[in-house]
């Protein structure tokens, strides 16, 4: 199942890893739709709605090396660490996970072996291919609006303990006019995820980019706001000095 767990865009022409957990809705062979309605695989629960179109889109102008979950969120948390209670979901947003409610101990072992690990070695080998002088760019989405509070946020950038790229690449997007969350709408700083594996432990820069969703829903719409991005972010890693 390795070969499956993640797409690998694959290059060797910039010193820039994008990342994208939550790429994908789709689920493996043999778990159906985990017993909910089809229609919720649509929603924020699956996938981070737009954020693989802003990936791909960022890796192509760049030409730079990205990879991404190719399974969702309620199969596994490719943003969780290995001992994370929520690595596999039971209940999101109000809807009970059938075909994760009643997994044991044995099961969760089993899908981290088979899609979250696979995942997180492949990281690790590209960013050891890369080098010292890597920086990691993880993009997500976040809803408009959480239990019917409006999130006035439009770029949320999460950081770990390193504020190298994060501090210039929020200046940036203020000066541009965006509304810019601190470590919001979530915070970066989780022991075990992405960046504190593969960032933090590796003293490398990195950002988590959260996207309102509302900005990103179409592909045309994601592939307009990555060009946005894209020369926002080339200013903020100057001015890191990269």
Request: net charge negative; hydrophobic share 45%.
């Amino acid at each position: 199942m390795t070969e499956n767990a993640f797409e690998a865009i694959q290059s060797t022409k910039s010193g820039l890893l994008l990342l994208c957990d939550h790429a994908s809705n789709a689920l493996p062979p043999g778990f159906g739709s985990l017993g909910l309605d089809p229609a919720l695989f649509g929603t924020h629960i699956a996938h981070d709605i737009g954020a693989a179109a802003v990936t791909r889109a960022l890796a192509a102008a760049w030409e730079a090396p990205a990879l991404l979950g190719r399974w969702s969120r309620l199969l596994i948390d490719l943003n969780r660490g290995a001992d994370d209670p929520t690595i596999m979901m039971k209940l999101s947003d109000g809807s009970i996970i059938p075909g994760n409610r009643d997994a044991d101990a044995v099961e969760v072992a089993r899908r981290i072996t088979a899609y979250h690990a696979p995942y997180h070695a492949a990281i690790a080998a590209e960013l050891d291919r890369m080098g010292p002088d890597a920086v990691i760019l993880s993009m997500h989405s976040f809803t408009p609006s959480w239990k019917t509070v409006p999130r006035k946020w439009e770029v949320g950038v999460l950081y770990d303990r390193d504020e190298r790229l994060a501090a210039p690449l929020m200046a940036r997007l203020e000066q541009t006019g965006f509304v810019v969350g601190d470590n919001e709408p979530y915070t970066g700083a989780l022991d075990g995820d992405t960046l504190n594996i593969h960032g933090t432990l590796r003293g490398l820069p990195h950002v988590l980019i959260e996207i309102r969703q509302d900005l990103i829903g179409s592909i045309g719409e994601a592939q307009d706001f990555a060009r946005r991005l894209k020369p926002i972010l080339d200013e903020a890693l100057v001015d890191m000095g990269k």
